[in-house]
């Protein structure tokens, strides 16, 4: 999971700096950082419920 956030993180924060970089110059090349944790917290987020469901199916534990 680190690993996978942190090619996110640098495919969306390279993505973002071209794109937005083009559109609005500095300004949006200073919103590729903030995009790019958005993505790796998505990505991040997505595992936690995934692996958190493999648990409680494994486990029979309820961690609500």
Request: glycine residues 12%; charged residues 15%.
């Amino acid at each position: 999971m680190p690993l996978g956030s942190g090619i996110i993180e640098l495919v969306f924060r390279s993505g973002a700096a071209i794109i937005l970089g083009n559109y609005f110059g500095y300004e949006g090349m200073c919103y590729a950082s903030p995009a790019s944790w958005i993505g790796a917290s998505i990505f991040l987020t997505v595992g936690y419920f995934y692996f958190i469901k493999i648990l409680e199916k494994k486990n029979n534990i309820d961690f609500k």
